[in-house]
């Protein structure tokens, strides 16, 4: 059974810095792309970024895109989001996902 697993979410002002993680078992991870959503209050659910199951090759959303970074410890089975000069807009309710499953999600809230 897949099991994700998000933290590191919290309140931090415009500008600020967190990363988020994310905690996977019940399949292999190392061989898996995983990726990042977000959804905002009365929004979609909106893709941010993918990593590659070598960790070799990322994406990101363009709204992300020069601000976030994705990575993955395989040995942790964890894939992280590092997120940078944060902006209002990206408050947000952050998922981890991979093949069909879901974690609970963290919250991120960017304000002053």
């Known amino acids: 059974q897949v099991r994700l697993r998000e933290s590191g979410g919290g309140l931090v002002q415009p500008g600020g810095s967190l990363t988020l993680a994310c905690t996977a078992s019940g399949f292999t991870f190392s061989s898996a792309e995983m990726y990042w959503y977000r959804q905002a209050p009365g929004s979609e659910r909106e893709w941010v970024a993918s990593i590659s199951g070598s960790g070799r090759s990322s994406s990101y959303a363009d709204s992300v895109s020069g601000r976030f970074s994705v990575s993955r410890d395989d040995a942790q089975n964890t894939v992280y989001l590092q997120m940078n000069n944060l902006k209002p807009d990206d408050t947000a309710m952050y998922f981890c996902?991979?093949?069909?499953?879901w974690g609970q999600g963290t919250q991120v809230t960017v304000s002053s």
């Open positions: 996902n991979v093949f069909r499953s």
